[in-house]
């Protein structure tokens, strides 16, 4: 079966300080790969998607950027954080023809002070 | 530019008492539409997939219709343990590509009260 490991699950940074989130999937091969930001009472907001290895969409500008290594693993990074980068980070993938859509990780809460 | 709204944007039931959460979009090249169940600092966690109009579907206490513009998630006598937040997402054709991505709404926070 498939499985989805994000971590780690909480995380303080101070501001200007890099960042760096991974997100791995076992069990499949050649998944889509989705970071997701939800802040506090929002909805899902998408960042960045990978349909393959190197191959990486940004959906809104922002101060962070996403890279994929290898077929099952996702990072997001960024250099200096923000006040505003604060939220909780989930990844997610995917494969086409599913119909279960996404398969979440358990995220990762992050609080830049 | 792709919309989704949930309505309400929270919901309080007593135990046992029926009702229907709301979603509604506005979407090109819709390719289905997902409703998923978050609980507090947990990932969602997938329930339903619809594709087409008049489709339903039925999970325990749970069930989802879909019109060609609103899906509706049906909560029959619920329970304490069925309060979350609620999530739908259309998914949508991204780019001009075959690939599709989900579009999420802001959700439904559904509390049951005993």
């Known amino acids: 079966s498939q499985t989805i490991h994000q971590w780690p699950a909480t995380l303080v940074q101070p501001v200007g300080s890099p960042l760096s989130l991974e997100c791995t999937v076992e069990?499949?091969?050649?998944?889509?790969l989705y970071w997701y930001r939800q802040a506090a009472g929002r909805g899902l907001q998408l960042l960045f998607y990978?349909?393959?290895?190197?191959?990486i969409s940004s959906e809104v500008p922002q101060n962070l950027s996403a890279s994929r290594p290898q077929d099952r693993q996702f990072i997001l990074s960024s250099k200096k954080l923000l006040l505003s980068d604060s939220g909780f980070y989930l990844c997610?993938?995917?494969?086409?023809?599913?119909?279960?859509?996404?398969?979440f990780g358990s995220g990762t809460r992050l609080t830049v002070v | 530019e792709d919309q989704v709204t949930q309505s309400p944007e929270a919901l309080r039931l007593q135990e046992g008492e029926s009702s229907s959460l709301n979603c509604s979009y506005t979407v090109s090249g819709l390719r289905g539409l997902f409703w998923y169940r978050q609980d507090p600092g947990k990932g969602p966690e997938f329930l339903f997939t619809?594709?087409?109009a008049g489709e339903e579907k039925e999970k325990e206490r749970l069930k989802a219709t879909l019109t060609k513009k609103e899906s509706f998630l049906h909560i029959t006598a619920p329970k304490p343990e069925d309060s979350a937040t609620y999530l739908c997402a259309p998914r949508v054709n991204a780019g001009g590509t075959s690939y599709g991505k989900l579009t999420f709404g802001q959700g439904t926070i559904l509390t049951v009260h005993p």
């Open positions: 619809l594709y087409s």
């Open positions: 997610a993938w995917s494969r086409e023809g599913t119909q279960r859509g996404y398969t």
């Open positions: 069990g499949t091969s050649n998944p889509n």
């Open positions: 990978s349909v393959g290895i190197g191959q």
